[in-house]
């Protein structure tokens, strides 16, 4: 199993910065990419950001440009950046480590992040 703990949600104002962190632990060997996700009220869950193990990137097209997502491989840490926040960034925001040897997804427990207009 791999534990995966965010921290970094809260209250910001449209135009303001917010850093997500998310520590994971457990089989770490077995994981390949980790990402963010989100989930706004009565929407489903959606890809933000992932990073492979070697650092390849995708992101959102709703994202590009004002979110970064990075991989500290020696801390089996993945934080996102977010610049530049919209109202409609509003959601709680999910980690997740996905391990292909043992084909499964990990979750965190979620943070909430608000941005107001």
């Known amino acids: 199993q791999v534990q995966l703990v965010e921290s970094g949600g809260g209250l910001v104002q449209a135009g303001g910065s917010l850093t997500l962190s998310c520590a994971a632990s457990g089989r770490i060997f077995s994981v390949n990419s980790m990402g963010w996700y989100r989930q706004a009220p009565g929407k489903q869950r959606e890809l933000v950001a992932r990073?492979?193990?070697?650092?390849?990137?995708n992101y959102a097209d709703s994202v590009k440009g004002r979110f970064t997502i990075s991989r500290d491989n020696a801390k089996n840490m993945v934080t996102l950046q977010m610049n530049s926040l919209k109202p409609e960034d509003t959601a709680v925001y999910y980690c997740?480590?996905?391990?292909?040897?043992?084909?499964?997804?990990?979750w965190g427990q979620g943070v909430l992040v608000t941005v107001s207009s």
């Open positions: 990073v492979s193990s070697v650092g390849t990137t």
């Open positions: 997740n480590a996905r391990s292909l040897s043992i084909n499964m997804d990990f």
